[in-house]
């Protein structure tokens, strides 16, 4: 229940934060209409009605690539100086 609920929190935020930029553009071209509600003695009858609209515009984003040279550090790695000689034993 808690991760479902951090879920929807941060959708919520994301949501928030794509309007607040500009990435997000969201505009209402048409309104609703509730419908006619009206009881009978066979029950209700609903009549009618309309759903709003909505024209959503958003962002780009746009992914590419190029060449580059890019300096890379070299490593050298210098053996010591004085290699001292492997201790055998070799009495048996």
């Not at 941060?10 to 997000?24: D, K, M, N, P």
Request: net charge positive.
């Amino acid at each position: 229940m808690r991760a479902v609920l951090l879920v929807l929190i941060i959708a919520v935020v994301a949501v928030i934060v794509a309007i607040a930029t500009g990435f997000l553009d969201v505009n209402q071209v048409r309104g609703a209409k509730a419908p006619q509600v009206s009881a009978t003695q066979n029950g209700l009858t609903a009549q009618g009605g309309q759903t709003p609209a909505f024209d959503v515009e958003t962002g780009s984003v746009k992914v590419g690539a190029k060449d580059s040279t890019i300096k890379v550090p070299t490593l050298q790695v210098q053996p010591p100086q004085n290699q001292a000689q492997p201790v055998t034993n070799n009495a048996q």
